[in-house]
Each structure stands twice: as structure tokens, then as C-alpha cells.
């Protein structure tokens, strides 16, 4: 009876609707709307603060996003937590450094797969900030309100992961 | 508004925070778009699991979120972009996750599942955050600001309610999900 809640994969679609309503519940019960990158922003001001009090309290960025383990340092905290749950119940979880996509392209090195992810998630930390928010932020809460700034900034997502994914990988329509 | 009680409730409110992030990372890994392999597949167009699962989560979310609105139970979360903010750091963004090959959701959830790569990245993902704090003042003077978009919402940019959006916005993603399916993507 309980079978589906063990297996692998659930269909998109369920997948989808649970974050949807998931949404409801955030904004419900916690006045918010679903973030994930401003826990990375948060982390990175606790960080500052640790070496230095008063160099977070001049820096301006830290006022708007205060370095606090609060909801929106907890959630990303959870969502680790639920990936794993959900990789061990269904017995999935297993340890792994390149992932077979990028081992076929570029080999299974890694220290290589290593330093590519660190540059690319430099690279997208600068731009989930620059950009005010991320696939979850900006690609499902934001569009879902009608936010106009997030319907541009999806938009913008996916073209500029077109674009690099294409450089890397090559265009197969092309 | 309702709820206010549970909602001003801080310590209350860190453990919702833990619950609703152990359900986000439980339903990413259920939905496999916490593998590299298939968020790099959506960026060249060959696995469109991601786009499957944010459209669905869109039209479920709209429904209940605007109804809601409109009963006065929730209140809308919207900031206005900008041309320097909203475009340069999306098309920033899209290339370091295409490089990365997780979003900062996905990237806990695939850490949670192994994958040390995702680990990696999200060490990168702080490290840029970090890199944004010190240069936000010099940029908030020179791009963020520019080219300002002239409304928050859709609705308030074409001056109607949010139903006609919502339906129109719900039309789209059927088509758009139906399309994917039949062409057995």
C-alpha cells in the first residue's frame, strides 16, 4: 500500500503540484514566500560575521539579508535533510563525485568535476543575489504571484543555461 | 490576518522553516531533478523533467495562492526588477547553473543523496553570495538600478485583475505540458 512513497521516482507532475501546494503552506502558515538562495547569503554573512562583528555590521547587504539561522536559513538545512531521507527510504542514496553526463564529456576526474562546480556555483551565488533570487525564488514562487520580474528573470535563467550548457556540451539541434 | 499567531512565532517559525525544507528536498529527489544528469539535460533540451515539474508547480501554486489572496488569508510577496538586476544577474545565474549543474534547492537535495559534487557546489554558491555582499554597494550605484521595469505583476504592467493572468497563464502551461507529451519528451 505504501509502496509509492518508497519508490524512485514520482512523476513530474505530482512532484510539481506537491511543490505548488507546498507554496499554499509557506505562504499560509509562514507569511513567506519559497526561497532557497538567500540560506547561501546568510550563510556566507555568518561566515563574515564569525571572522569579523563589525565588518557585517558596516556592509550594507547584511542589513537586508541579516545573517540569522531563521526560516529561511533552516529550509535549505531541511532540504538536505529531505534529500536525504527520500534517496535512503527508497534506496538510492549512494556516494558520487562525477556525475555520468559530465564523465562522458570531460572525464572522470575529481579533483576536475570538483573545481568546474566550484567556479559554476561562485558564478551562479553571484548571479542568485545580482538577479534577487533563484529557480525556487524567482522560477516557481515569483511566477506563480505573476511577478514580473520573475517571469523575466526564468526567462533569463534558461537562456543564459542554454547558452553555456551549448558552449560546453555542444548544440545537438545545431 | 489569520494565522498571525503562528506566523510571529520565531522558534515556531524555524522548525516550519526545517518541515517545509525536508518536504521540498524529500519531493527534488522524488522527482529526479536533483541529478545533475537531468538538470543539465533540461539546459540542452533533451530531458525536460524540470520545466514538467516547475510548470505543474506554478499552476497548482497560482490557483491556491490567488484564491487565497483573494479571501484575504495570504498577502502577496512581490518585488519589482530592473533591466541591470533582474537580466544581467538571470543570464549570470543560468550559466553558473548550467556550469554547476544544480540550483541552490537542488544542489542541497542532490548533497543530502551523495553527491559530492553538489557539496562542492554549494560551498561555491556561499562563496559567490559572499562575493555579491561586498560588491552590492559599488553595484547598487552603478547597474541594479537601471532600466527599472514599469510594474511589479503582470496583472498591474497590463491594468486587469489577476483571473484573466491566471487563466491565460494556466491555458499556456496545458498546452505547453500537453506539447511535451505528445511529442514524448
Same mark, same amino acid.
Given at each position: 500500500m505504501y509502496d509509492w512513497l518508497f519508490s524512485a521516482t514520482w512523476p513530474p507532475y505530482v512532484v510539481g503540484a506537491g511543490i505548488g501546494i507546498l507554496a499554499w503552506m509557506t505562504f499560509l502558515l509562514s507569511d513567506r514566500p519559497l526561497g532557497a538562495s538567500t540560506a547561501y547569503a546568510k550563510t556566507a554573512g555568518m561566515i563574515e560575521k564569525a571572522i569579523s562583528r563589525e565588518n557585517v555590521a558596516s556592509m550594507p547587504y547584511y542589513r537586508q539579508v541579516t545573517p540569522e539561522p531563521d526560516w529561511q536559513w533552516t529550509i535549505i538545512i531541511g532540504v538536505i535533510a529531505g534529500g536525504f531521507i527520500a534517496a535512503y527510504t527508497s534506496g538510492t542514496f549512494a556516494l558520487s563525485a562525477v556525475p555520468p553526463l559530465f564523465a562522458a564529456a570531460f572525464g572522470a576526474d575529481t579533483f576536475f568535476r570538483f573545481a568546474v562546480a566550484l567556479a559554476g556555483g561562485i558564478t551562479l551565488g553571484i548571479g542568485a543575489r545580482w538577479a534577487g533570487g533563484c529557480t525556487t525564488g524567482h522560477g516557481i514562487s515569483g511566477t506563480l504571484q505573476f511577478s514580473l520580474a520573475s517571469w523575466v528573470a526564468a526567462l533569463c535563467f534558461f537562456a543564459g543555461g542554454i547558452l553555456a550548457a551549448g558552449l560546453l556540451f555542444g548544440f545537438w539541434f545545431l | 490576518m489569520p494565522f498571525d499567531g503562528i506566523r510571529q512565532n520565531r522558534t515556531l517559525q524555524v522548525l516550519l522553516g526545517l518541515a517545509f525544507g525536508i518536504i521540498f !528536498?524529500? @519531493?527534488? /529527489? +522524488? !522527482? !529526479? #531533478?536533483?541529478?545533475? =544528469? #537531468? $538538470?543539465? !539535460? /533540461?539546459?540542452?533540451?533533451? =530531458?525536460?523533467? #524540470?520545466? +514538467? #515539474? $516547475? @510548470?505543474?508547480a506554478i499552476l497548482v501554486g497560482m490557483a491556491g495562492i490567488h484564491a487565497m489572496n483573494a479571501a484575504g488569508l495570504v498577502r502577496l510577496h512581490v518585488r519589482a526588477g530592473s533591466i541591470g538586476s533582474t537580466v544581467i544577474g538571470g543570464l549570470i545565474y543560468g550559466a553558473g547553473f548550467a556550469v554547476l549543474g544544480y540550483c541552490p534547492a537542488t544542489a542541497a537535495g542532490a548533497s543530502g543523496s551523495g553527491a559530492l559534487d553538489a557539496a562542492v557546489g554549494m560551498a561555491g554558491i556561499v562563496i559567490g553570495a559572499g562575493i555579491f555582499a561586498r560588491l552590492y554597494p559599488v553595484l547598487e550605484r552603478s547597474v541594479l538600478n537601471r532600466g527599472k521595469f514599469p510594474a511589479e505583476t503582470i496583472p498591474q504592467l497590463l491594468g486587469v485583475s489577476p483571473v484573466p493572468v491566471a487563466c491565460a497563464v494556466a491555458i499556456m502551461i496545458l498546452i505547453i505540458l500537453a506539447l511535451l507529451a505528445t511529442m514524448g519528451l
Open positions: - | !528536498g524529500f @519531493l527534488l /529527489q +522524488k !522527482g !529526479g #531533478v536533483t541529478l545533475y =544528469d #537531468v $538538470m543539465v !539535460g /533540461q539546459f540542452l533540451l533533451t =530531458d525536460f523533467s #524540470v520545466l +514538467k #515539474v $516547475m @510548470l505543474s
